[in-house]
């Protein structure tokens, strides 16, 4: 009975498909071994009637690469520069490092923009509608939030934009640095830097690539009053 508890247990650790693994068509995941899959085939109705349903594959606890960064930058009312606040911090223990890497994930978040088929003409004493859209500089090493009319949406190009959820983030970072630090202004800056999977590694793709496209791109808020 040692034994076979012992190789129900084992087949449903092997019995994991395992990648992503760089293949031809792109990146995709591999098989678990024929052997494993029908063991854990064969000692499902055992395992299940235990509860043993977990193949103890955990998230490792390390710190991962981070993609996006958030930085806050503040200044007093004298126009002085305060110290700079980047998220996620290395400084903070692990969870709450993990809270703020899910917080610069929400920042990051951004949506396309289509510029509208027609003019709308807003009634009397009502301002146009305005639409705000990540401008790329010419050199493309940094975006800022820009706020046109609608109909001034630039229509030779694709065009995104933060999405609400992200916006409502930035306010409630500027409400915090202000708050917590005594900012007078404050603005945030996102800090991206591209991710390719490991299909970029195949020759057919990686020549594709110049090396710029790996560099960070800044995509800066504005001030906060």
Do not use: C
């Not at 009502?126 to 009319?149: H, I, M």
Request: glycine share 4%; net charge negative.
């Amino acid at each position: 009975m040692i034994v076979f508890h012992l190789t129900a247990l084992l087949g449903l650790v092997l019995a994991v498909r395992t990648g992503p693994w760089v293949i031809p068509d792109g990146a995709g995941e591999a098989h678990a071994p024929l052997f494993a899959s029908r063991i854990s085939d064969w000692t499902e109705s055992y395992r299940d009637a235990l509860q043993l349903v977990e193949n103890y594959r955990f998230p490792t606890n390390a710190r991962p690469e981070a993609a996006h960064r958030v930085e806050i930058l503040m200044k007093d009312a004298d126009g002085k520069e305060l110290p700079k606040v980047t998220l996620p911090s290395e400084k903070t223990m692990l969870p709450a490092w993990h809270r703020q890497l899910l917080l610069t994930d929400v920042v990051a978040q951004y949506q396309a923009l289509a510029p509208p088929e027609g003019e709308k003409i807003p009634p009397p004493g009502q301002a146009v509608p305005t639409v705000a859209y990540w401008k790329r500089s010419e050199d493309g090493t940094y975006a800022e939030l820009a706020r046109v009319a609608e109909h001034l949406l630039p229509r030779n190009e694709d065009l995104v934009a933060p999405t609400d959820y992200a916006l409502t983030a930035v306010r409630s970072l500027t409400r915090y640095a202000k708050k917590k630090y005594g900012a007078d202004k404050v603005q945030v800056v996102l800090v991206s830097r591209p991710t390719f999977g490991a299909v970029t590694l195949m020759p057919n793709f990686a020549q594709s690539f110049q090396a710029d496209d790996f560099d960070a791109v800044e995509f800066r808020f504005g001030d906060s009053p």
